[in-house]
């Protein structure tokens, strides 16, 4: 059993007691001091080797873990689903490439491979910070088995009639019109759907958006179109946030108001490819990765810069 102590500066000191081995360690606040005794108890009784400890009881100490972490709410929903499969029973000593591999062909049979990938980048994630900072793996069994292959860029564009389509259905429905101007607003600035629902006034210095770390994306400056910022100005007064949805409530009305209005395999997100392809005609691939927040060009220069010799004998004069 732990027992938990205040500590100066406002950390938390955890004791253990099991087997009559004590153990303790200062934690930034009770939920890592939570997640460290579990993982600690599980090492104490099997004296180093935590045979038992399923996989489905590290991910609940890594999502205690990480309370505050962009995304969480999402990952924390992903994660409940995975472990309910039998992924969840196997012991961290069973668990293997091979496991992994089994989950990954079974998974494929039934999403499509952009999920699968999205849910192997979080699980592996979930094994790393075991292996790195939890010491209750000595290896990430993700590394070891292939993983699957990126499915091609979605190039889905909203057509001017769609946008019509849309624009008649979102007077009729408040929420959806909201999602709307959201849409728009991703069109023009490049942001997801969560930075957006994240947004509040404070952020906004002039015709500039100062965003924060957010997942893979480091901290960002975004300019604002004119498009974009009269966007802004329809939403003056509003608080907390500026568009007043969470990630979650916008995606379902975001779904409704394309089903309402006929519109079929329209994501939210394909938004952001849409201002990519614009942007990519206005500004240069540094600039664009820059604003929007991606790390490596290869992506950029592959989907948006491709440009054959022939289109650029009139730029070369």
Known sequence: MATYTNYKGGRVRVQIYVNGVRDSKICENKTEAKAWALAREHQVREKGNPAKLTFRELVQAWIERYPNRPGIDWETKRLN?????????????????????????????????????????????????AVKEMGLLTENPFYGAKRPEDPPPRDRVATDKEMEQLEHFALLRPAGGVCLQMFKFAIETGMSIGEICALSWEQVNGR??????????????????????????????????????????????????????????????????????????????????????????????????????????????
């Open 208 to 317: 500039v958006i100062r965003l924060p770390e957010f997942k893979t994306r480091p901290v960002r400056e975004v300019p604002l179109s004119t498009k974009a910022w009269a966007i802004l100005e329809k939403r003056k007064g509003a608080e907390p946030t500026i568009f007043g949805m969470t990630p979650q409530r916008a995606d379902v009305n975001w779904r409704k108001l394309c089903s309402a209005a006929g519109v079929n395999d329209l994501h939210f997100h394909d938004a952001r490819h849409m201002a990519a392809s614009q942007l990519s005609k206005k500004i240069d691939a540094l600039a664009l990765a820059k604003m929007l927040g991606h790390r490596d060009l290869k992506m950029l220069l592959n989907v948006y810069y491709k440009a054959d010799a022939a289109s650029l004998v009139d730029k070369l004069g």
């Open 81 to 129: 689903v995975l472990m309910r499969g039998k992924l969840g029973d196997f012991t961290l000593k069973e668990l293997s490439k091979v496991v992994v591999a089994d989950w990954r062909d079974e998974r494929m049979a039934e999403v499509k491979p952009g999920t699968v990938l999205r849910e192997w980048t979080l699980l592996s994630s979930v094994c790393s910070d």
